[in-house]
């Protein structure tokens, strides 16, 4: 088996596609190495979406961008165990069960997997958001009554181990 | 009532499109965006963005719930809906109707007549507009005596369809069985309506559709026609108006019974009426109503100098209609290709991926319609249009000469696109020559086939 300019070309665009900085291939006969960027492979975690591009004119505020791609349902990892509890949908976020009721969580919190931590109603449709993971809550982003995005950052949990 | 925020349910070219509008008539705009589409050109041009979710359109852009809710919560007076997506769902209109928010589109009882293909039909029928003989079928013994009523060749089509899925064609009668079952089956996964319909399918025809404006209220104005016979397995590659070569009674019977059809629902908005000409009878044929801005509109918008979106925005501010037929004038002719991303060496396979460098052209009588810069991806989850190179001049000879140049000066490195197939037909004598069929690009790649098969043994 041997590979074609147009073979390579397609691998190319794959691992550019792809979330690897490196791809490392070898047939019988024939190795192909691929390295994303001209830098060696960086530590750093992939960067942030694209400065955003607030217009001067306009009159409406843009929330902070929330990561952009990134899976609902699943807390993202930063930095030092510190997880990201996404949004898993587009609605208003509500951080107590009803008006003048305690908030599901606290900073400070213990929270397990499947512990609720607040409420994203669309259109009248109430949707409940879990931790999906295990921890303390550092913070909390997202304002009682707030729209929230899409993977936008709703609270911060530190894992526990 | 003045609309002053406008939330687009939309992405890509058409997104970057209604921005373009809004921002000349000082109207603030909201995107409603995928994940994948968050650092996409139209979300940069936006005033705000919002992320409505995931990359696949079931989770995101086809969410009429998130979509309404996105627009109450950021204060829009209105949604514009774009083409594909949301845009022919009654859903969609029908919650804005219940939420005091202004669709920019049809309402959402005249996108369910028209959705409907046979209910279409009877509105045709009933605004004395011509239909292609045929009828919806409810079992295989009905298609079969309808089948050997009408003659072969037959078209077989989803009620509920568009974009060519479900639909077959049939040249003998024993097929027919067979195909019905297929295109009933194809339409029930794609559109959740198994409901299929046979009709006299005609040999050598045209695509020819009116671009019209509707107020709501019964006034309705037509724009001309654009002709979107350079298609492959029913998807427009190349539309132009105005259609070459068609006698002047039956443009202007085609006029009439697209301003017919429009009056007949007192449609609001813009809308597209498409016919069949046949070609041998020098006859028209509804065949459905486009409840949408259509891919295709700057064609119209080049040789008629009226902004569609604009005008849209117009009606649905309740203005009505900001002309009437006789100030709509037709100057010279316009050509649009559209280029996807996809591999005309490999059967037109779409090419998602990252697009290293975009280089699109600039000049007298061209615009590009495009959401592709140097450095997008292309995600997976959505159609391959990149851009839409549009061409207009003084004349077709001119709007052709430009349109090749036009292609020339583009560069697209990265993702494989179409453009050497819109060459190519360019270059063609029949195309040239104006008023090809539908037929016309099928029997081109069969010929370029034919032809690499003889170059691989000669």
């Known amino acids: 088996m041997s590979l074609t300019a147009a073979d390579v070309e397609k691998i190319m665009r794959l691992v550019e596609e792809s979330s690897f900085d490196e791809l490392t291939l070898e047939l019988d006969g024939l190795k192909l190495c691929l390295r994303r960027g001209t830098a060696p492979a960086q530590a750093t975690a992939a960067p942030a979406p694209a400065a955003e591009p607030a217009s001067a004119e306009a009159s409406l505020h843009t929330p902070p961008a929330a990561q952009a791609g990134s899976p609902a349902g699943a807390a993202a990892a930063t930095e030092e165990g510190v997880c990201e509890v996404p949004s898993p949908l587009l609605g208003t ?60 950052t709703l609270l911060r949990v530190r894992k526990s181990q | 009532m003045a609309i002053r925020r406008i939330l687009i349910a939309n992405r890509g070219e058409i997104a970057v499109r209604i921005v373009r509008t809004c921002r000349a008539l000082g109207i603030e705009t909201v995107l409603a965006a995928s994940a994948p589409d968050r650092d996409s050109l139209p979300a940069r041009l936006a005033d705000r963005t919002v992320c409505i979710g995931p990359g696949r359109p079931g989770e995101s852009y086809l969410k009429a719930e998130a979509i309404v809710h996105a627009a109450l919560a950021t204060g829009a007076d209105a949604i514009h809906p774009g083409y594909g997506f949301l845009s022919e769902r009654p859903a969609l209109a029908a919650l804005c109707e219940a939420h005091g928010i202004a669709f920019i589109g049809p309402t959402a009882a005249q996108i369910e007549s028209v959705g409907d293909k046979v209910r279409a039909r009877a509105v045709a029928e009933a605004a004395g507009v011509p239909v292609v003989p045929g009828g919806q079928v409810d079992s295989v013994e009905a298609a079969l005596a309808l089948g050997r009523e009408l003659g072969t060749p037959l078209l077989v089509k989803a009620v509920g369809g568009g974009g060519g899925r479900g639909m077959k064609c049939v040249t003998r009668l024993e097929d027919l069985a067979a195909a019905v079952a297929l295109a009933s089956a194809e339409a029930e996964a794609a559109f959740g309506d198994p409901r299929v319909y046979l009709e006299r399918f005609v040999v050598s025809g045209r695509h020819v559709e009116v671009q019209i404006l509707g107020d709501g209220r019964g006034q309705v104005v037509h724009l001309g026609e654009r002709d979107c016979s350079v298609q492959r397995r029913y998807q427009k590659l190349i539309e132009e108006t105005p259609a070459p070569g068609l006698s002047a009674p039956l443009r202007r019977t085609l006029h009439e019974a697209a301003v017919r059809f429009g009056e007949r629902l007192a449609y609001r908005g813009a ?161 040239r020559a104006g008023a090809v069929d539908t037929g016309f690009v099928a029997r081109l790649l069969e010929r370029r086939a034919a032809a690499e098969e003889i170059a691989h043994h000669g």
């Not at chain 2, 006859?283 to 849209?312: I, K, S, W």
Request: aromatic fraction near 6%.
């Open chain 2, 271 to 431: 809308g597209t009426v498409e016919f069949l000409v046949d070609v041998q009878r020098e006859a028209c044929y509804f065949l459905e109503m486009n409840a949408r801005l259509q891919v295709e509109h700057p064609v119209t918008e080049a040789v008629t100098g009226v902004d569609l979106v604009a005008e849209q925005i117009a009606i649905a501010e309740g203005a009505g209609l900001r002309f009437e037929q006789s100030a709509i004038e037709h100057r010279g002719c316009a050509l649009e290709c559209r280029v996807n991303a996809e591999d005309p060496g490999a059967d037109f396979h779409p090419c998602p991926g990252l697009v290293r460098e975009a280089v699109w052209p600039e000049g007298e009588g061209v615009r590009v319609d495009t959401h592709i810069v140097s450095g997008s991806h292309i995600p997976p989850y959505y159609d391959s249009l990149m851009a839409k190179i549009i061409v207009h001049g003084p004349d077709r000879a001119t709007a052709l000469t430009r349109l090749a140049a036009a292609l020339a000066a583009t560069r697209i490195v990265g993702v494989a696109t179409n453009l050497p197939f819109h060459q190519a037909v360019l270059a063609h004598p029949q195309f």
């Open chain 1, 93 to 152: 976020f509500y951080r107590a069960p009803k008006p003048g009721a305690p908030p599901f969580v606290e900073v400070g919190a213990l929270v397990e997997e499947d512990t609720v931590v607040g409420i994203i109603e669309v259109m009248k449709l109430m949707n409940t958001v879990r931790a999906g993971v295990r921890g303390t809550v550092t913070e909390i982003l997202a304002a009682d009554g707030a729209l929230v995005e899409y993977g936008q």
